[in-house]
Each structure stands twice: as structure tokens, then as C-alpha cells.
């Protein structure tokens, strides 16, 4: 029996995917790297926007198309969302919702009747990500959100906040650890809410990841602003909390951010930003802002750009605003243009490019540690490796040796695009060897 698992989306379906992996492996039900050879096919759906909707409806219908014997099964917010049209449109199997998650690989094994033959299971390192590619790992921590940002559908799709036992946590990291994965990131639907039903914080979460286990690199998924506790940015005292965040500010004009009903002001996240960057070296934050939300002036869009010089984001992922039916922002009046939001979306991708391009050249003669990923490119220059020093900025540099994996000291030297170039260097002096600059 072999099953072939695929996502769209976020971060959170693809932690969810690994762990189904693991899960049908337990079973021995065995990962398929192809659809074709696969007796089931297991899908996360995404429905943040229409888009994603229409994507997660055409990788539905393009499985029946391509290996029409093999069970379909269905999960992920446009099946939560739309469980009816998934099951009838579609011909699915089996739908399950984003509550049953977490029971998905025993639901489908019951309700399918799936052969399952625990005894032939593979060694829990036969799947790691590493025999994938993949030096990083994402930890499914929390589920859910409490919050009804008037643009999100997600909320919807998810329900309430559900966080995993600290302890379980743990154990799902060591076992990475075990494997030799050298990289994890906590991840959750609103990560800054874990343990709002636990009696616990993400503060807590992260103090004893730290304690209770040896992963050399963690880092943490998207939160939002107003959710980092006092004394928050004293976890990073410990050099394997990695210095970046991803804060998603949506706007950087308040009256935008009210319609939107976000909880954070453009001035108390500057202060917020500025004081962190006191407390931690090279420490880079990067964002998220939804261009041309309904009624959004020339004026706010004016302040949305200043605020964002003034932030000096490392990384800016901008989305041109859509209506997503079922959310407030869908009924708000005065929608902009498409031609007004095809320009403003020019000007911020410029505006993201300079500092982009800004805090790339602070990094220029600095050396850091990279954790060096897999597959790399044969060049002209010799095999081009690539990696991301801790402030989650990416480097290239050259090197003969097999490096994927490993935790390198790279000397960064020039700009390339959005990327660094620079060349390794041996403990103790600097070596010219794998200089690509």
C-alpha cells in the first residue's frame, strides 16, 4: 500500500503532511513520491483566497485525472469550508475536516478500510526530511484563532485554538534531533495564542524547547504583533533561537488597520521593532501587507509606504487585495481599482527591493553561520551551494566538498538579486576556498 501526500498553502499544512507521513508509515503504508504509483492520495487544501480555492480544486480534479484507482482523500480548509461541494463536485472518498486533523491517517485507515501492516513499518529515519532534501522541519504547534481579522477566511476554516502538550512537542523534536535534522520552526494558525487553553504561553513553549533539547537552530513561524509578552525578546539571549521574525503587519496606515481590525498600530510596532533591534544583534523582521484593501486612499497608502521605510523590513511578502466570500472585508464599500492596486503593488515591490537590497549590504564582511541545504547547482565557478544565516537571509558560495547539512561559517562578500555571495571559511583563518563573490 503506498500513499502519496500533497499541500497547499501555509506552513501549517506542510508540518501536517509530515506528520501524516509518519503516521501512515507507523502502518506501513509506505510515501510515494509520485502520484502515479499511489494507491491513495491524501490532499491539504488551502482557501485563504479564491485563488487558492480555485488551485485547491484543480489539484483535486488533476488526481482523479491522473490515477483515477486510487482512493482520494481530502482535507484542509476549503474542504472544512466546503465539505458538500468537495465530496459531490469532486468525487472525493473521504473528507476531513480540520478538527479531525490530527486523526486523519486512522479516520482514512477505518472509513476506507485501507490493508495496514504496522509489522513492515520503516525505521522512523526512513522518512525524515532529510531523505528529502529538507533541512528544516516544521513542528505543528497550535491550532485555531481566536481572532476575526475582517479580511480571513482561515479563522473560519480552522475553529478554536487547540495547542499541543509542551511534552509531546519535545519528544517530536528530539526525534528529529535524533535523525540529524539541525533545524526546526514552531509553527501554528495563531502561534502567539499557544497555550491560551493550556494555561501556558509560547514564552513558556520556546524556554523549554530550549531546555529540553539539543536542535541547534530554532526558529518561529509568523506572529502577530500584539502578541509578544513582556520579556519576550530575552529568549533570543540563547544563540539558537535564530534573530528573525516574521510580524505581519497588513497595513502601516491605522485607519486601514481598523477596517481591517487588526490590534496593533503603526507606531506601537515601530517602537516594538526598534526595541528588539536594541536587544538583539542582527536581528531582521520581515512582514506582510495587503495592498488596495476597500476604501484604502492615496493618503493611507502614502502612510503605509512610510511606514514601511521607517520599519526597514528585511523581506516584505505583498498581496493585492481580494474578496474573499464569508468575510467582512467582501461586503466593505468602495473597493480600489485593479489598476490602482496593479500600481501601488509596483511601488512597494520597489520600495521592498531597496531595503531588501539595504539590509543584504549591512551583512557584506560579516561571516555567520549557515545551515546548508541540499541539492546543490554545478556552475562554471564549481558546485553552488546555498543556506540561510541565522537572520534568515540567504547565501550562496561554492565548495568541492559535501556540505548539505552541515553548519558552515560563511563570509559573506557581494549581492546577487536578492541574495548573498560569499565563500566559506576554515576555524581559525579565512580560506578563499568556495569564494563565489
Known amino acids: 500500500m503506498r500513499v502519496h501526500l500533497k499541500t497547499l498553502g501555509c506552513r501549517l499544512n506542510e508540518a501536517e503532511l509530515e506528520s501524516w507521513a509518519r503516521d501512515f508509515q507507523q502502518q506501513g503504508i509506505s510515501p510515494s513520491g509520485s502520484p502515479d504509483d499511489a494507491d491513495l492520495l ?6 485563504v483566497t479564491e485563488e487558492a480555492v480555485k488551485k485547491s480544486r484543480k489539484l483535486l480534479r488533476r488526481a482523479q485525472r491522473d490515477n483515477p484507482r486510487a482512493k482520494l482523500v481530502v482535507s484542509g480548509c476549503y474542504a472544512s469550508l466546503n ?46 526530511p532529510l531523505q528529502r532534501n ?11 484563532c481566536r481572532y476575526r481579522c475582517s479580511y480571513c477566511i482561515v479563522t473560519l476554516a480552522r475553529g478554536e485554538e487547540r495547542s499541543r502538550p509542551i511534552p509531546e512537542i519535545i519528544a517530536e523534536i528530539n526525534a528529529l534531533s535524533e535523525q540529524g535534522l539541525q533545524e526546526i520552526v514552531l509553527a501554528g494558525v495563531h502561534l502567539g495564542g499557544y497555550g491560551s487553553d493550556r494555561g501556558s504561553s509560547l514564552k513558556e513553549l520556546v524556554q523549554a524547547v530550549l531546555r529540553e533539547t539539543d536542535m541547534p537552530r530554532i526558529r518561529l513561524g509568523s506572529l502577530e504583533p500584539w502578541d509578544l509578552p513582556e520579556g519576550f525578546w530575552s529568549l533570543f539571549s540563547n544563540p539558537r533561537l535564530m534573530p528573525h521574525l516574521h510580524l505581519p503587519m497588513q497595513s502601516g496606515a491605522d ?40 476604501g484604502e486612499t492615496e ?23 481580494s474578496p474573499r466570500s464569508g468575510t467582512k472585508a467582501a461586503l466593505l464599500p468602495n473597493p480600489v481599482p485593479r489598476e490602482v492596486k496593479r500600481r501601488r503593488s509596483e511601488e512597494l515591490h520597489a520600495l521592498a527591493a531597496r531595503l531588501k537590497r539595504n539590509r543584504l549590504q549591512q551583512q557584506l564582511g560579516l561571516s555567520g553561520p549557515v545551515l546548508v541545504e541540499g541539492d546543490p547547482r554545478d556552475t562554471e565557478r564549481g558546485r553552488l551551494w546555498s543556506g540561510y544565516l541565522p537572520n534568515y537571509l540567504r547565501v550562496c558560495f561554492s565548495s568541492a566538498e559535501k556540505l548539505d547539512n552541515r553548519i558552515v561559517q560563511v563570509r559573506a562578500k557581494a549581492i546577487d538579486g536578492g541574495v548573498l555571495l560569499g565563500s566559506t571559511e576554515h576555524k581559525g583563518s579565512e580560506s578563499n576556498h568556495g569564494d563565489v563573490a
Open 255 to 294: 485607519s486601514v488597520l481598523r477596517r481591517m481590525s487588526r490590534r496593533c498600530r503603526s507606531g506601537e510596532f515601530l517602537e516594538m521593532v526598534e526595541g528588539a533591534r536594541r536587544q538583539i544583534p542582527d536581528f531582521n523582521v520581515t512582514t506582510d501587507i495587503i495592498v488596495g484593501f476597500p
Open 83 to 128: 465539505p458538500e461541494q468537495a465530496a459531490a463536485d469532486l468525487g472525493v472518498d473521504l473528507v476531513i475536516p480540520n478538527t479531525d486533523k490530527e486523526r486523519l491517517v486512522e479516520i482514512a485507515i477505518r472509513e476506507l478500510t485501507l490493508p495496514t501492516m504496522p509489522f513492515t513499518a520503516m525505521e522512523p529515519d526512513d522518512y525524515s
Open 134 to 144: 529538507r533541512q528544516r522541519a516544521f513542528i505543528k504547534v497550535q491550532d485555531g
Open 42 to 47: 491524501v490532499i491539504n487544501t488551502c482557501a
Open 299 to 321: 493618503d493611507e497608502w502614502r502612510q503605509t509606504l512610510e511606514f514601511a521605510e521607517r520599519a526597514a523590513f528585511g523581506d516584505i511578502h505583498i498581496f493585492a487585495f
